[in-house]
């Protein structure tokens, strides 16, 4: 039997279930997005709210493309555990906030009327970095042109991706979808709407057959859509909303409401994203399947730490990075997270901009030395082979990936105008570092020195200077 509104009373009573009535109310929070990510983090914030006695935190959830979670979410009536675990216990939870599904790509429609109903009150988005397309901004301004037009109120509209500015890259591509004729619909916009920038953190791996049976085993039924995370979980957003009174309430739940998001952000995503990216690269090459078989290898984790510490932190404006740092080699380690490296390594060719050139790009400007990540740019090269350092083929799963192995491919045999062609890309690096002649020599380096002796040789080397 599954796990669904029928069978949610026969759960052990250990396990943390929702007490408030899912049928009731509509929804009041739209997400697109509806991944592992935010089942476990924001959907979880909202049950809390839920549980706290305001119905008007609901999730109408919309996956973007693929169907089969939303059917599967659908089939248990949005119900789903998550077992929250690391050095501190391990808990199982079934959230109820997710009320309401559909999928964008075969739904548009739905969606629209779901960002225009009378009851929807926030727009959440975790659509990855490679989400934001201008049909994703024609998707919201449909939805936002019938509130206005239906005398509806504004809204906020929270983008939760981990792109640096988020809420104002969101914001500019729903303007960018507007006609002349939506004058009027833009000035509503500004009036009404907010899009603030937030900055969301929790280690959600893509569950595992692993994870699934766990599930089994706990609840004495079957959760096709179960996950697992870690304890911590934070969520940094700028006070700026279409009610402000949501401030207080969301504070009230354990959210960080702050002017200040930005300095959040970057030391999240240059400290955490950029390490993750760093090892998930290593990891497939070298054929260490999770973060935590990577973090686990001594070389690997000084190497994090001193990227951390000696390239990263001098130019972030979060003064407590060494705590933080502390925190995520610690959360990187967590033994119930298989975080695959692969899912990690998934569009690094967009990920990669956010979160090491502008580390790069403050060393060189100090004068200061940049070898962790010139370290790291060439297993990036060396991924682009599509082949382990055991002769195992892997895929590249990027929007890049034609690209990115057409110019790989030749690392071998032209070494030379192959880092030529990759290290000049500005989509990756920016347009700075493509011309600059001493980041790609130390580049140019460390890739001879991984072709020639391998990763976790490199890796050592530069630890032991
Ligand atoms: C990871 C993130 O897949 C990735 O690129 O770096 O999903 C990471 O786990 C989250 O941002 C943690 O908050």
């Keep these: 039997m599954h796990l669904s509104a029928l069978t949610l009373a026969s759960l052990p009573a250990d396990i943390h279930t929702p007490t408030y009535d899912r049928g009731r109310y509509a929804p009041g929070?739209?997400?697109l997005g509806l991944g592992a990510f935010h089942r476990a983090h924001q959907a979880m914030v909202f049950d809390h709210l839920l549980a706290a006695g305001d119905t008007r935190w609901g999730i109408h959830g919309i996956g973007m493309t693929r169907p089969d979670l939303v059917n599967q979410l659908r089939a248990q009536d949005g119900l789903y555990a998550v077992r929250v675990a690391d050095g501190t216990g391990v808990k199982w939870q079934v959230p109820g906030a997710l009320w309401?599904?559909?999928?964008a790509a075969t739904e548009r429609d739905a969606v629209v009327q779901a960002i225009a109903a009378p009851s929807t009150r926030w727009v959440t988005l975790t659509v990855t970095e490679k989400g934001y397309t201008p049909a994703l901004g024609q998707l919201l301004l449909d939805g936002l042109r019938l509130r206005q037009q239906g005398g509806l109120p504004g809204i906020t509209v929270a983008s939760c991706d981990n792109l640096q500015g988020n809420g104002h890259k969101l914001l500019a591509l729903v303007k960018?979808?507007?006609t002349p004729q939506d004058a009027e619909l833009l000035r509503w916009l500004d009036t009404h709407c907010a899009f603030p920038c937030s900055m969301v953190d929790r280690i959600v791996p893509a569950a595992t057959a692993e994870v699934l049976a766990a599930?089994?085993?706990?609840?004495?039924?079957?959760d096709d859509a179960s996950l697992s995370t870690e304890g911590f979980w934070e969520w940094v957003i700028e006070d700026r909303f279409a009610d402000p009174s949501d401030a207080a309430l969301i504070q009230s739940a354990g959210v960080r409401v702050t002017p200040d998001v930005h300095s959040y952000e970057e030391?999240?995503?240059r400290m955490l994203n950029g390490s993750h990216t760093a090892m998930a690269l290593m990891g497939a090459i070298t054929g260490k399947p999770f973060i935590a078989s990577c973090i686990g290898v001594p070389h690997i984790r000084t190497f994090v730490q001193l990227l951390m510490s000696q390239e990263v932190a001098p130019h972030l404006s979060r003064s407590d990075w060494a705590d933080y740092r502390d925190a995520l080699i610690a959360r990187f380690g967590n033994p119930y997270l298989k975080h695959s490296v692969h899912q990690i390594a998934t569009d690094s060719s967009q990920k990669i901009p956010q979160r090491w050139p502008p580390s790069v790009l403050g060393q060189i400007a100090q004068g200061a030395s940049f070898e962790h990540h010139a370290l790291a740019a060439a297993v990036f090269v060396?991924?682009?082979?599509?082949e382990d350092e055991q002769g195992q083929a892997y895929a590249l799963n990027d929007p890049q990936a034609t690209s990115l192995m057409a110019l790989g491919a030749a690392?071998?045999?032209?070494?030379e105008a192959c880092m030529r062609a990759l290290l000049g890309r500005e989509d990756l690096w920016g347009s700075a570092l493509p011309h600059h002649a001493g980041w790609i020599a130390r580049v140019t380096h460390w890739h001879q020195h991984i072709l020639q002796h391998g990763v976790d040789h490199a890796v050592q080397q530069l630890t032991e200077a």
């Design 29 to 31: 929070v739209v997400h």
């Design 100 to 103: 309401r599904m559909n999928v």
């Design 176 to 178: 960018a979808a507007a």
């Design 215 to 222: 599930a089994s085993q706990a609840l004495g039924l079957r």
């Design 267 to 269: 030391a999240k995503l």
């Design 382 to 386: 060396r991924y682009t082979l599509a």
């Design 411 to 415: 690392q071998r045999t032209e070494p």
